[in-house]
């Protein structure tokens, strides 16, 4: 089965601290992202990357940036935490077919800024 | 803009049997996923449907009609640990997922 780890289950920050938040993955996937998930929202699609070293902007990219330096890490950077980043982020790994695969998700870090 | 409507909530009782509607508006179409997240959980994937007509799978199925922009969940035979949200996504022409708010399911004994 596939594993997606996430460093954290809760992290508390205060505004203005840099937060980083780890994903690893052990099956070799080319695909990795970075979600957040809000009540009475769907996901939202923050950064994605379909190689290492590669990123692209997701549909939510403000205040965050990403680092992908090896294939199965994909860090998520909140540059300085404010507190309308307050949210459960998922990260989410896929095969390389980008239209068939479905992601596998990792347990998610739900993160609280004071 | 691109949508996906799903109930917020639904009740169910143990034993019987659920739909769970999805409609979407998307740019484009290459796929719809369900997924199944129970509370404080990671979302599971349940099914990938691409061409029109029902797909089975033990207790679960997905049905798809693209040109209604519509698909839903059929669960039989509910089981308490039935109760979770189901995660509608649709994979547009960009191969992005569109994903809905999810839909609570309550399953009562």
């Known amino acids: 089965d596939v594993k997606v780890t996430q460093s954290s289950r809760y992290l508390v920050k205060r505004t203005g601290e840099k937060v980083f938040l780890e994903c690893v993955q052990d099956?070799?996937?080319?695909?990795m992202f970075w979600y957040r998930q809000d009540p009475g929202l769907g996901l939202r699609l923050i950064y994605f990357s379909y190689d290492v070293k590669m990123k692209e902007k997701g549909d939510i990219p403000e205040g965050y940036s990403v680092s992908r330096e090896k294939k199965e890490r994909f860090s998520l950077i909140l540059e300085s935490a404010s507190t309308n980043q307050t949210s459960m982020y998922l990260c989410?790994?896929?095969?390389?077919?980008?239209?068939?695969?479905?992601?596998?998700f990792g347990n998610g870090t739900r993160l609280t800024v004071t | 803009g691109q949508n996906i409507d799903q109930p917020t909530e639904m009740t169910a009782t143990e034993g019987a049997i659920v739909q769970i509607n999805c409609t979407y508006q998307?740019?484009?179409?290459?796929?719809l996923f369900w997924y199944q997240q129970h509370a404080g959980e990671a979302p599971t994937f349940l099914s990938y449907?691409?061409l029109d007509g029902l797909e089975e799978k033990g207790r679960f199925s997905s049905f798809l009609s693209r040109s209604k922009g519509y698909s839903y969940l059929l669960l039989k035979e509910l089981q308490m640990k039935d109760s979770a949200s189901y995660l509608c996504a649709v994979r547009d022409s960009n191969y992005q997922l569109i994903w809905g708010a999810g839909t609570k399911l309550i399953i009562k004994p």
């Open positions: 998307t740019s484009g179409f290459n796929g």
């Open positions: 099956m070799d996937h080319e695909n």
């Open positions: 449907n691409v």
């Open positions: 989410a790994s896929s095969l390389g077919d980008r239209v068939t695969s479905p992601l596998h």
